[in-house]
């Protein structure tokens, strides 16, 4: 079993967490996780692949261990956590790499990707969207907190952040519920009890149209450069719909697409399968 360090970075002062594991001077592999999880998600799949690569998976500002300031001195949009994560990338020493996405990590992976393009050696998309035919009705509500950010419509995205649906997103669309360890949701709801932690999640959710507006942004990114792009989808993701993996081949034809029978989470039920794709993937 390879050996996982616990570790903390210092990124101008902001404290950030990060596991990491395998070899010094192997390709390069940045793991960044979703909300409302940490790189806690990654406890199975790093594993399975730091015998080939050299892994680093960060807490985004906000979540996890890493440094959750107050919103009068940190301003919760997807820009600054992407502003963070690239310097991370610097104090780690990550000058070239493989990058992982998963939900919130897409639209953080994909602006490093515009911003250096020439460190991104590679793309492994699970769940991670950049198109709109992507995004479901799911996101209805998070819509009208856009069209009108009201304190009312503010409110009614708290029920998003309760423990019933955070439990939900992690067995919606899954076979056998009783393959979902409770660690995973048990730990988020943990982070997201912390004082002041829900009105973080509320200012991402209204900053989430900036990524929407990006998309043709990072359309033109994939059509340009081309890297090589794995998309490895739970086909039963109430958010992140299979049209949404299958457009990344409109802009990068040689995209590989793959679907698993599961939900939003794929690592809980699938981290074995998803090992395989991407150790597949990168060493071919």
């Keep these: 079993m390879p050996s996982i360090a616990y ?5 101008d002062q902001f ?11 192997a390709p390069k592999l940045l793991l960044l996780h979703g909300f409302p999880s940490s790189s ?11 015998d080939r690569f050299h892994i680093v998976a960060p807490d985004l500002p906000g979540f996890g261990l890493s440094d959750m300031p107050s919103r009068d001195s940190f301003a919760y949009t997807f820009d600054n956590i992407a502003n963070v994560i690239n310097r991370f990338t610097e104090v780690t020493g990550f000058d070239r790499y493989a990058v992982y996405v998963f939900n919130y990590g897409a639209p953080t992976g994909f602006r490093l990707a515009l911003k250096h393009p020439e460190r991104i050696t590679a793309i492994i998309s699970q769940n991670g969207n950049a198109y709109e035919e992507g995004l479901s009705d799911g996101w209805n509500p998070i819509r009208a907190y856009w069209r009108d950010p009201s304190q009312a419509n503010r409110d009614a995205l708290r029920a998003l952040l309760t423990h019933e649906t955070t439990v939900w997103q992690y067995t919606h669309g899954v076979s056998d519920t009783t393959s979902v360890s ?13 004082p002041g932690a829900h009105d973080v999640q509320l200012d991402l959710f209204r900053d989430y149209r900036s990524n929407v507006a990006l998309y043709p942004t990072f359309q033109q990114y994939f059509r340009t450069h081309q890297p090589p792009f794995l998309a490895v989808w739970g086909k039963n993701d109430p958010f992140f719909l299979p049209p949404g993996a299958e457009a990344f081949r409109r802009d990068m034809p040689r995209a590989v697409v793959r679907f698993l029978d599961t939900g939003h989470f794929a690592l809980e039920t699938h981290a074995a399968e998803i090992a395989d794709a991407i150790a597949s993937f990168l060493t071919r």
């Design 7 to 11: 570790r903390y970075a210092d990124v």
């Design 15 to 25: 404290k950030v967490f990060y596991r990491e594991a395998g070899r010094a001077g």
């Design 40 to 50: 806690h998600m990654f406890r199975d799949l790093i594993p399975k692949l730091a």
């Design 182 to 194: 409770p660690d995973g949701y048990s730990l988020d709801e943990f982070y997201l009890s912390r």
